[in-house]
């Protein structure tokens, strides 16, 4: 299927410069069923897309039509006929019209009347065509729109719009090569000759379209899905992106045709990069939902089951637990009681008086702004200095005869940083085991990323993804596996602390 897929592709793209992309998803589009909207300016080649695409089908009734402010229901769904009216009966008559189409191309559609417009709502809502008394059943299977404009919200047209599942911008050759090549070219045929084995008959259609129901969504594909929903239910820029509950399910539908046509039973990650033609509704909206997509998808990637931010931080828990474990992480200052209050030791050499003494500075007063006396061996007050240690660790001395300052610090018996030499056996055997324990979680965990890489990436390339967008996947896949990598590393560091 995939390989006779993008054979299809090649031949109706040919000589369509830069369109390939937009010819693919736009022939995805047609075998869902799901309405196609090119937006575009004028000379893009939208209806020449349109044309091309028909000729990949078994077309019995093929309409086209541009569309401006004038047209009448008349030119879209068929003249009244004259035998009726003598007969008192309002009847159109629609063959060679879009009620018995099987293909259509309204180009230029945001300009028809809202009589034509409504009509048309009804008619892709019901697949029915009121004609005077009658119901006729619709025949269109695959219907495709042009505007060189966006219709405007609260303009009545949002139903219309949101029938409209992929939604694709049609620009202008950007390669110079391509331009080139473009000038000297003959112009395109509007239709190709594609082989008979190629072409898509409709009883293979209605067969595809049963079959592809069947395509599953595995539970880390649905989880992404959620994930972007959530995010696009928030608003941006005093701006909502609103996308129907009818429109999600035919999306749903969209991305499994895309896996059935890649010969898959799965939808998978690449499938979902077809959102960012789906979800927008203005154009403003397209960077925040390519940006949305491409960060979601690469947050959750092959490891949506995965909680690689909770190992980190049962990490750095356990890695702070060691460090207090074996290190003094702040300075333990040697203290002293005196008069049941604890006090540290310090020297003041503030004056020749005062050379050489001890004080005893309260412990209570560190980290602290308020003045207050040092005592001495006998917890007796030296009133002579003023002592402040203004909210830090170093005493402020005022005082003496001489009326002098001095800075002292308490005496530290172990220096921040310095090892611990009262660790039991036991403590480094339970740390050493939580370490080990720890480090095996995160090599199991790359290694299921890594085993889902093997099994899945020859199944990222689809006929309907930009090549560039499954390697930049794979990149960021890779990236994920070298962070277990690092970490793993580190967890080496840790075991080698635990071991001193």
Sequence with gaps: MKKR?????????????E??????????????????????????????????????????????????????????????????????????????????????????????SPAILNTLLT??????????????????????????????????LDALYDRFILRLVVKPIVKLENFHALLQAKPNSAKVEIASDLVVKESELLLWREQIYDVQFPDDILKIIDAIKHKLDFIYDDHQIYVSDRRWQRIAYLLKT?????????????????????????????????????????????NSDLDYD???????????????????????????????????????NLDQHYKDKVLYLELNKMDTKKDFFA?????????GIVCNFNGTRQCN????????????????????????????????????????????QFEQEKKIIQQRLNEQSEQFYSVF??????????RQVQEKITRYDLQVSDMQRLEQLCKQ
């Design 375 to 383: 005592v001495d061996e006998r917890g007796e007050e030296i009133r």
């Design 123 to 156: 008619l892709l809502n019901e697949k029915i065509f009121k004609n005077g008394e009658a119901i006729e059943k619709v025949l269109l299977k695959v219907l495709m729109s042009a505007s060189n404009e966006i219709p405007m919200e609260n303009q009545g």
């Design 258 to 302: 895309s896996a059935f046509l890649n010969d898959r039973n799965q939808v998978n990650l690449t499938d979902l990069f077809i959102l960012q033609y789906c979800l927008w509704n203005q154009i403003d909206d397209i960077a925040y939902i390519e940006k949305t997509l491409q960060e979601t998808i690469a947050d959750y990637g092959l």
């Design 465 to 474: 993804i930009v090549k560039d967008e499954v390697t930049q996947l794979l």
């Design 397 to 440: 001395l005022k005082g003496g005869y001489y009326g002098l300052e001095e800075v002292v610090t308490p005496y530290i018996k172990y220096e921040k940083g310095s090892k611990r030499n009262n660790v039991s056996a036991q403590e480094k055997y339970d740390l050493l085991h939580n370490v080990q324990e720890l480090k095996e």
């Design 19 to 112: 369109r390939e992309h937009v010819i693919a998803l736009s022939l995805l589009a047609a075998i869902a069923g799901s309405n196609t909207f090119l937006y575009g300016a004028p000379g893009t080649a939208k209806s020449l897309i349109s044309r091309r695409i028909a000729s990949a089908f078994e077309v019995r009734s093929y309409f086209e039509y541009l569309m401006n402010r004038f047209s009448t229901p008349e030119e879209i769904f068929g003249p009244v006929s004259i035998k009726a009216l003598k007969q008192d009966q309002y009847l159109r008559k629609t063959e060679h019209y879009l009620p018995q189409a099987d293909f259509a191309f309204l180009d230029e559609i945001w300009k028809a």
């Design 310 to 348: 909770a190992l980190i931080q049962k990490k750095d828990l356990l890695e702070n637990k060691i460090l207090h474990t074996f290190y003094y992480m702040d300075d333990v200052y040697e203290s002293y009681l005196i008069k049941d209050k604890e006090y540290l030791k310090a020297i003041t």
């Design 5 to 17: 897929i993008q054979t299809l592709i090649s031949a109706i793209s040919e000589n369509m410069y």
